[in-house]
């Protein structure tokens, strides 16, 4: 069981920057590789980040330089550091977290968090 909480969230001008945060609970074989995800209304769910124990990333290309990954496993806690925000960017932002020691070419995550919501207005 996995505990996937994240914070940071909201309304944002566009080119701003905001940085998302997740922090995480449980089995710690169960959150090898963790991710960020995110839904906007009317669209499939996409990934957009994801890094492993050790440090390897993966991005979207659509965010690829704009947004940056990381972790500190002491903390238990994975951020999420977006610049140069867009209007497309607007979306529920979701932590997301595997056992798997690669990170999935998707979304097929085993463990969700609520979700968080950002938003990036003119």
């Known amino acids: 069981q996995v505990h996937l909480v994240e914070s940071g969230g909201g309304v944002v001008q566009t080119g701003g920057s905001l940085r998302l945060s997740c922090t995480v609970s449980?089995?710690?074989?169960?959150?090898?590789?963790m991710g960020w995800v995110r839904r906007a209304p009317g669209k499939e769910r996409e990934f957009v980040a994801a890094?492993?124990?050790?440090?390897?990333?993966s991005y979207a290309l659509v965010v690829k330089d704009r947004f940056v990954v990381s972790r500190d496993n002491a903390k238990n806690t994975m951020y999420l550091q977006m610049n140069s925000l867009k209007p497309e960017d607007t979306a529920l932002y979701y932590c997301?977290?595997?056992?798997?020691?690669?990170?999935?070419?998707?979304?097929?995550?085993?463990?969700w968090g609520q979700g968080i919501q950002v938003t990036v207005s003119s």
């Open positions: 997301v977290a595997t056992g798997r020691t690669i990170i999935p070419e998707g979304d097929d995550y085993e463990s």
């Open positions: 449980g089995r710690t074989e169960a959150w090898n590789t």
């Open positions: 890094i492993t124990w050790g440090g390897m990333v």
